[in-house]
């Protein structure tokens, strides 16, 4: 089995920045893609990026594309995500996923079997 937990969430003002991490524990995730995920109140789980498992690939969805960026450092079992120029938008549950399947930068939810219990993230106007 494995767990991850993310840290940094909070509440900032729009256009700030915060750095997401998700820690993992129980097992390597090195051989894993990764991503994050958010979800709004009233609204499906989406999709925000994705890494795969060395790094060399990253992905986005529209919403974030330059003002976001996914990294890891496989030697700290470690994922974040930079996020800069936030919008009141931005706000919700974020979630570290890891998917064991042979795609890049999975982008669907069905995609990843570990997932985090999320933390909050609250951008004021």
């Known amino acids: 089995q494995g767990l991850l937990v993310e840290s940094g969430g909070g509440l900032v003002q729009a256009g700030g920045s915060l750095r997401l991490s998700c820690a993992a524990s129980?097992?390597?995730?090195?051989?894993?893609?990764m991503g994050w995920f958010r979800q709004a109140p009233g609204k499906e789980r989406d999709f925000v990026s994705a890494?795969?498992?060395?790094?060399?690939?990253?992905y986005y969805a529209d919403s974030v594309q330059g003002r976001f960026t996914i990294s890891r450092d496989n030697a700290k079992n470690t994922m974040y995500l930079q996020m800069s120029s936030l919008k009141p938008e931005d706000t919700a549950v974020y979630y570290c996923?890891?998917?064991?399947?042979?795609?890049?930068?999975?982008?669907?939810?069905?995609?990843?079997?570990?997932w985090g219990q999320g933390t909050q993230v609250t951008v004021s106007s």
């Open positions: 996923a890891a998917s064991p399947l042979r795609v890049r930068v999975p982008q669907r939810s069905d995609e990843y079997d570990y």
């Open positions: 129980g097992r390597t995730f090195s051989n894993y893609a």
């Open positions: 890494i795969s498992w060395s790094g060399s690939w990253t």
